[in-house]
Each structure stands twice: as C-alpha cells, then as structure tokens.
C-alpha cells in the first residue's frame, strides 16, 4: 500500500526567508506526483506535477523536485510571503486513477 | 467556465438519515473523483468515475453510493448517516486518467457533521 509521510506537519518562517518542505512515499512505481495547495475552508489548488521521468518542475518562485527511486520529493519556495500562509499537499499518482495524499505541511509566515 | 461545483457547502445529518452530495462540473472531463478529508489528515478516495455509467471503488467506499448518468454530474449519496462520515467531502476531475498526467481540478467542499 502505498504511504505518503510529510515532513513537518507544521512551519512558521518570517517573510522573505525561503521554505522547504518534504514529501516520502513508500512505493517507487509512481505515475507522477503532484503539489497542491489548500487555503482554510477551501478545495485544493495544484501548484506543480512531476512526471515519473521528470527530476522537477519550475513556475514562478516554487520549484519542486522528485527522486524516485528514494521515494523523495521537495518543494521549495522562495523568498516567502504572508500570502504563502497555507496548508501544502503532496500527492502521488500510483495506478491509473489511483492518488495517495499526505496529511499536509501548514506553513505560516510571519510578516 | 465555472469549473467542479458542489452543494451544500455544509450541512448536519442527524444519525440513520441519508442525503445525496452534488457535484457537477462544466469542463467536460471524463473522469470524476470522490474525496473525503477527515481533520490533520490527507485526502482519501471513495468512488470515482472514467465516464457516464462507469464508477469503481476507491480506498473507503463503505456507506456511500455513486451514480454517473451524465458526463457533467457525479452524486455521492450517503444512505444511512453514521458520526464516522463527518468529514469534509471533495469532488474532482481531470480530462484523463491521472496516469497520464493530467491537472485534477477539485470543488470547494462540502462540511458534513453527522450528531
């Protein structure tokens, strides 16, 4: 069965400092892996998605990377901002519509 | 476009009643996809759909039922409420198989406490 683990659970940095925050999964033989972003009360927005042949994935201040064979992935944000206060999740793709979520890192930045 | 629509956004079940969950979405995406969201913890499939009149079960279906008569439509239906489905339930889809690596584009939510 496959697990997803995200390290930590919870962050506060003060603004402008940069963020990392780490996703494991169990199974290697992963389809893609994805990073979404969720705001309190609201559904969940996709951010990045890495293709299993992909080493990582660039847009704007964020840049994820994807180790597979580690079963290892990190999502790097730069230069934070109060606005990046959220609660992160990653999630891998495993069978053909089948997606396994981690619990999430909520991240706080303190203007 | 409005994208995955759901409704209620909340709603309070009282133990044994059952209630039907909406959700609709306006991109014509084949595939559909039941989330439920329990407190701390991460997303966990029910049922999802690869298109009008095909479903299959997810990680959790138990208590919970699903049609798809329409490309646009996919109700989640609880028949018999009990206190384990307070949860917060999420409806997505994609235009493929997630395999292929499509985006999944998700609703706002419905909030269910089941007393």
């Known amino acids: 069965k496959q697990e997803v683990t995200q390290i930590p659970a919870a962050l506060s940095v003060p603004e402008g400092e940069n963020l990392v925050l780490n996703c494991s999964f169990t199974?290697?033989?992963?389809?893609?892996l994805q990073w979404f972003r969720q705001d309190p009360g609201k559904g969940l927005t996709s951010l990045l998605l890495?293709?299993?042949?992909?080493r990582e994935q660039t847009s704007g201040r964020l840049n994820a990377s994807l180790d597979k064979s580690s079963g290892r992935s990190t999502l790097y944000i730069a230069a934070s901002q109060p606005g990046d206060s959220a609660t992160y999740l990653c999630a891998v793709v495993y069978g053909n519509n089948r997606l396994a979520f981690g619990k999430g890192n909520q991240v706080v930045v303190i203007p | 476009n409005a994208g995955v629509t759901q409704t209620p956004k909340f709603r309070i079940l009282k133990i044994g009643q059952s209630m039907t969950l909406q959700c609709a979405q306006d991109?014509?995406?084949?595939?559909m996809y039941w989330y439920r969201q329990d407190p701390g913890m991460g997303l966990k499939l029910i049922y999802y759909s690869v298109g009008a009149g095909i479903t299959d079960k997810g990680e959790v279906p138990n208590g919970y039922n699903v049609s798809r008569s329409t490309t646009e439509d996919f109700p989640l239906r609880l028949e018999l409420a009990a206190p384990s489905q307070t949860s917060v339930y999420f409806c997505?889809?994609?235009?493929?198989?997630?395999?292929?690596?499509?985006?999944?584009?998700f609703g706002p939510g419905t909030r269910l406490t089941v007393t």
């Open positions: 199974d290697s033989a992963i389809y893609n």
């Open positions: 890495i293709q299993s042949s992909q």
């Open positions: 997505a889809s994609s235009p493929l198989r997630l395999a292929g690596g499509p985006q999944q584009y």
């Open positions: 991109m014509n995406h084949n595939y």
